[in-house]
């Protein structure tokens, strides 16, 4: 692992521990770095660790869902030279050649769909999803669908923060998907943060 993976890792975990803040339901908010106000150069050294990751694949395009994973994924397909392509939660009325599907939203405790153009995600792609969060998987599982019904590959799956006391991790890695998150959260029980 390059020095830049292992700095990169400890300042993520840093700022978890000095700016997360617990909220009820076992939902982390890291608004002051991640979801609200960004933290540029982190992003970018996270961004760089997960390419690194996944070298050994071929990706020619990013895809994320907005709007929250649009940050780190737009860092990712910078380093790696490749499009970013988010799935939109409103249905526009002007998109063409929509394929849509379904995404239950942890953190809204609500169903919504979700769409790209396969203007833009086609067969032959071969794509990296990047999110902010990995809790149940739901949202990469409408990914999976998404990518699926454009007949497009996946290569993988990366993650700024994986929260392990949900059931994502294993359900994507019991697909035989390659995941990789840079910080897993243990417990957020008694609103602290445990860093595994
Ligand atoms: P999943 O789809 O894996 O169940 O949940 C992941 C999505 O929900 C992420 O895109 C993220 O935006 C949101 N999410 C899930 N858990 C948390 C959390 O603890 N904190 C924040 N800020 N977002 C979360």
């Known amino acids: 692992m390059a020095s830049n993976d292992i700095t990169a890792m400890k300042q993520l975990k840093e700022r978890i521990l000095s700016d997360g803040k617990c909220l009820p339901g076992g939902i982390l908010k890291v608004d002051n770095f991640v979801n609200h106000q960004m933290d540029p150069v982190l992003m970018q050294a996270m961004a760089k660790e997960l390419v690194h990751r996944f070298a050994e694949h071929t990706i020619n395009k990013v895809i994320t869902i907005e709007a929250s994973g649009i940050a780190p994924a737009i860092m990712v397909g910078n380093c790696l030279n490749v499009p970013v392509l988010f799935a939109k939660k409103k249905v526009p009325s002007t998109m063409e050649n929509m394929l849509t599907t379904e995404v239950f939203s942890f953190t809204k405790?609500?169903?919504?769909?979700?769409?790209?153009?396969?203007?833009?995600?086609?067969?032959?792609?071969?794509?990296?999803?990047?999110?902010?969060?990995?809790?149940?998987?739901?949202?990469?599982?409408?990914?999976?669908?998404?990518?699926?019904?454009?007949?497009?590959?996946?290569?993988?799956?990366?993650?700024?923060?994986?929260?392990?006391?949900?059931?994502?991790?294993?359900?994507?890695?019991?697909?035989?998907?390659?995941?990789?998150?840079?910080?897993?959260?243990?417990?957020?029980?008694?609103?602290?943060?445990?860093l595994r």
């Open 109 to 194: 405790n609500k169903s919504y769909p979700v769409c790209v153009s396969s203007d833009y995600l086609k067969p032959g792609d071969r794509v990296l999803f990047i999110d902010d969060f990995l809790a149940n998987g739901n949202a990469a599982l409408g990914i999976i669908d998404l990518v699926a019904q454009a007949g497009a590959t996946l290569e993988g799956m990366g993650f700024l923060i994986e929260k392990g006391f949900q059931c994502g991790g294993e359900l994507l890695r019991g697909k035989g998907i390659h995941v990789e998150s840079l910080a897993i959260i243990d417990s957020l029980e008694d609103c602290t943060i445990t």
